[in-house]
């Protein structure tokens, strides 16, 4: 007895998975997340043996100067000039914003960059300035627990 198989039927559609994977993949791997919040902003922090938290830091007012390796001074997301800091920091100041400044500095950035942007930050009378820094206790106890093998 000949057996009958069902005749194959065409699909009419195309498969987009794969290539939306890789967009998926190819889109945050290329994404500069650091440019769009300051807090993402990647420098090289100075380490300290008294930090303090600063719960206040993550409001939404929060005022971040970032002072990159190279010299550059970002207020917030955008690159400035010292000169045009002391506008920002003003308009933000009359917008309600805390007359507070968290202040970024790469470890190897060049001191005359950093005096160049608290100038900036003086000239407007703010004189509540945190600088933000690792706690060398906490970065010590990463690296020794990175440091420890595992065991199963």
């Excluded at 990159?68 to 933000?92: C, E, M, W, Y």
């Amino acid at each position: 007895m000949l057996r009958k198989f069902p005749k194959p039927r065409l699909i009419c559609r195309i498969d987009m998975s794969g290539f939306l994977a890789i967009m998926f993949v190819l889109v945050f791997m290329w994404m500069p997340t650091s440019s769009y919040h300051p807090r993402l902003r990647s420098v090289d922090l100075p380490k300290a043996e008294t930090a303090v938290p600063e719960p206040r830091a993550d409001r939404e007012d929060a005022m971040f100067i970032t002072v990159t390796r190279d010299g550059s001074i970002f207020f917030d997301s955008d690159k400035l000039q010292p000169a045009d800091l002391h506008n920002r920091v003003r308009d933000r100041l009359i917008q309600g914003a805390e007359p507070k400044i968290y202040f970024k500095v790469d470890s190897r950035a060049r001191y005359g960059a950093a005096v160049e942007a608290l100038d900036g930050i003086r000239s407007n009378g703010v004189r509540d300035i945190a600088f933000i820094v690792e706690d060398r206790r906490e970065v010590e106890a990463r690296r020794q627990q990175s440091s420890r093998p595992t065991t199963k």
